[in-house]
Antibody
Framework: EVQLVESGGGLVQPGRSMKLSCAASGFTFNNYDMAWVCQAPKKGLEWVATISYDGSSTYYRDSVKGRFTISRDNAKSTLYLQMDSLRSEDTATYYC????????????WGQGVMVTVSS | IQLTQSPSLLSASVGDRVTLSCKGSQNINNYLAWYQQKLGEAPKLLIYNTNSLQTGIPSRFSGSGSGTDYTLTISSLQPEDVATYFCYQYNNGLTFGSGTKLEIK
């Protein structure tokens, strides 16, 4: 069974940093591109970042370029999101998601972790 | 590509045939998926590549469309289908629609 379990969220002050982790199990982690998707409170979904299966390529939405870094450790089957220079508008639930094998949709999601940026 | 979903709120009766719409600002080339999100839960993939049913999803869900216009159909609405439904395109960038909230009348 595919499982994605996020951790590392919480309350953080504007301008500070936070690192999210996503532990994957139930599939061959290094065969899949992975992503982070966020959802602000009572809002829609937004793709945040994607990393290729081997970590050689990364992609970001414009609003997080230069502030967020997606990475992975295939030996540990773990995905990360380093978030620096956080802003109030980054407040959201962050989901770890697996990209599909037949296209760049997301076929499995974690339960999500809340990040609140506030002083 | 911007995605516009309609209606934003839909109220229907159990057993009804329900149709949700998603329109792109440009050609999506069938790279469209549909997600179901129940309150307090993560999104769940229903349909990918316009009309491919994800494993484990009931056959009452189906997808269709081409070009800029796409549809999710629930053939016979069930109480457990109460949720918000999002379309998502992966043809040019990665973007979600704003969602359709589906309620039981």
């Amino acid at each position: 069974e595919v499982q994605l379990v996020e951790s590392g969220g919480g309350l953080v002050q504007p301008g500070r940093s936070m690192k999210l982790s996503c532990a994957a199990s139930g599939f061959t982690f290094n065969n899949y591109d992975m992503a982070w998707v966020c959802q602000a409170p009572k809002k829609g979904l937004e793709w945040v970042a994607t990393i290729s299966y081997d970590g050689s390529s990364t992609y970001y939405r414009d609003s997080v370029k230069g502030r967020f870094t997606i990475s992975r450790d295939n030996a540990k089957s773990t995905l990360y999101l380093q978030m620096d220079s956080l802003r109030s508008e980054d407040t959201a639930t962050y989901y770890c998601a697996r990209h599909g094998y037949k296209g760049y949709y997301f076929d499995y999601w974690g339960q999500g972790v809340m990040v609140t940026v506030s002083s | 590509i911007q995605l516009t979903q309609s209606p934003s709120l839909l109220s229907a009766s159990v057993g009804d045939r329900v149709t949700l719409s998603c329109k792109g600002s440009q050609n999506i080339n069938n790279y469209l998926a549909w997600y179901q999100q129940k309150l307090g839960e993560a999104p769940k993939l229903l349909i990918y590549n316009t009309n491919s049913l994800q494993t484990g999803i009931p056959s009452r869900f189906s997808g269709s469309g081409s070009g800029t216009d796409y549809t999710l159909t629930i053939s016979s609405l069930q109480p457990e289908d109460v949720a918000t439904y999002f379309c998502y395109q992966y043809n040019n960038g990665l973007t979600f629609g704003s969602g359709t909230k589906l309620e039981i009348k």
